[in-house]
């Protein structure tokens, strides 16, 4: 049996903190989430099965140690690059002609997009509050539908009409009551 880590491994925070800023612009580091992005995506990891666990931490891997290759990178990781060297990187990953390697892009943006807009401070600024609106649009639909609802309750609740006249049956063929 392989070991496949529960979250996001250690070494590869760096590459997740910088990822971050290369999807989601300065943002990042104007609101210092670049930790909270982190920890968000290492708490996604752990909700995923192993093999897709698996394909991310090697997709990371890849994306951290791949940039070594490329000439302005000079040896380095992709977490220690310049910001720009990093931008082509993955404008490299995501403009790949292999599909594997763009679905990759794909799935490290959203992974990583998600934990950025889904953080606190980021719906604060965006006035993003869902659940006033789940209030309002339940509100509108009990005063619209309220009807409806109570005729289909009362329909739900009411007596079955067959009820007694099968068991008379029942009793008449001595069957149990």
């Known amino acids: 049996m392989q070991f496949v880590p529960q979250g996001l491994p250690l070494n590869l925070r ?4 910088r990822l971050a800023r290369v999807v989601c612009t300065s943002a990042v580091d104007e609101l210092g989430l670049a930790e909270a992005v ?11 099965p192993p093999h897709v ?8 891997t890849s994306l951290e140690q ?7 990178a000079r040896g380095r990781a992709f977490s220690q690059c310049a910001p720009e060297v990093q931008d082509a990187v993955f404008a490299a990953l995501w403009h790949s002609p292999l599909p594997p390697v763009k679905q990759l892009a794909k799935g490290l943006k959203g992974l990583v997009a998600l934990a950025f807009w889904d953080h606190p401070m980021v719906r604060q600024r965006l006035a993003y509050t869902p659940a006033e609106w789940t209030a309002f649009v339940n509100a509108r639909r009990v ?12 329909f739900v609740l009411a007596p079955n009409p067959l009820g007694a006249a099968l068991r008379d ?8 009551s």
């Open 143 to 154: 005063k619209s539908y309220s009807d409806d609802i109570a005729a289909h309750e009362r």
């Open 66 to 72: 791949g940039a070594r290759a490329l000439p302005s």
């Open 14 to 17: 760096p590459c997740v903190t």
């Open 169 to 176: 049956a029942r009793v008449e063929r001595g069957g149990a």
């Open 38 to 48: 982190a920890d968000h995506v290492d708490l996604s990891m752990r909700s995923f």
């Open 53 to 60: 666990r698996l394909g991310l931490i090697a997709g990371l």
